[in-house]
């Protein structure tokens, strides 16, 4: 006579989540934090072209998202750029990116109205900053 085989505990929990006895993707949406609005803040910079320096007030407006998505553009002291991201899935961290920009930014939200932006970039324009941003009300 056989003996029945046991499954292990892994597949047995996947099975639970594909009937969903899981998270649902609602659930999930709803932890997605909002960052559409005016965020403002100072930036901080360091580069060798230009050594350590304070570009005083810099204002991100994150103009749409959907889902973990969004797009937006900032204002600085040599224009303004456009730029689209996504919240990862720790719903805390957040990565931006420019068509035109040679760097990446990389954020935390730090709480409902608070976020920090950090802009590294290699090459012959190396540089490193961070910008603490409160939303505006």
Same mark, same amino acid.
């Given at each position: ?9 892994? +597949?047995? @929990?996947?099975?639970? =989540? /594909?009937?969903?006895?899981? +998270? %649902? ?10 960052? =559409?609005?005016?965020? =403002?803040?100072?930036n901080?910079?360091? %580069?060798?072209? *230009?050594?350590? *320096?304070?570009? /005083?007030? *810099? &204002?991100?407006?994150? &103009? ?10 900032? &204002? ?15 719903? $805390?961290?957040? &990565?931006? =990116?420019? %068509?035109? %920009?040679? /760097?990446?930014n990389?954020?935390?939200?730090l /709480? +409902? ?6 802009? $590294? ?6 540089? @490193? ?9």
């Amino acid at each position: 006579m056989r003996r029945p085989r046991k499954l292990a505990p892994w +597949p047995a @929990a996947l099975a639970l =989540v /594909g009937l969903g006895y899981g +998270p %649902s993707v609602a659930e999930d949406d709803k932890a997605i934090p909002n960052l =559409v609005g005016t965020w =403002v803040g100072e930036n901080r910079t360091v %580069s060798d072209k *230009k050594g350590y *320096k304070i570009w /005083g007030e *810099k &204002t991100v407006e994150i &103009t749409e998202q959907q889902d973990r998505r969004f797009r937006g553009h900032f &204002t600085y002291p040599d224009g303004t750029k456009n730029f689209f991201g996504v919240i990862y899935p720790d719903n $805390v961290s957040f &990565t931006w =990116v420019a %068509s035109d %920009s040679h /760097g990446y930014n990389h954020g935390r939200i730090l /709480g +409902p109205d608070r976020i920090a932006a950090c802009y $590294v970039e290699s090459g012959p324009e190396a540089t @490193a900053g961070c910008a603490d941003l409160a939303r505006k009300k």
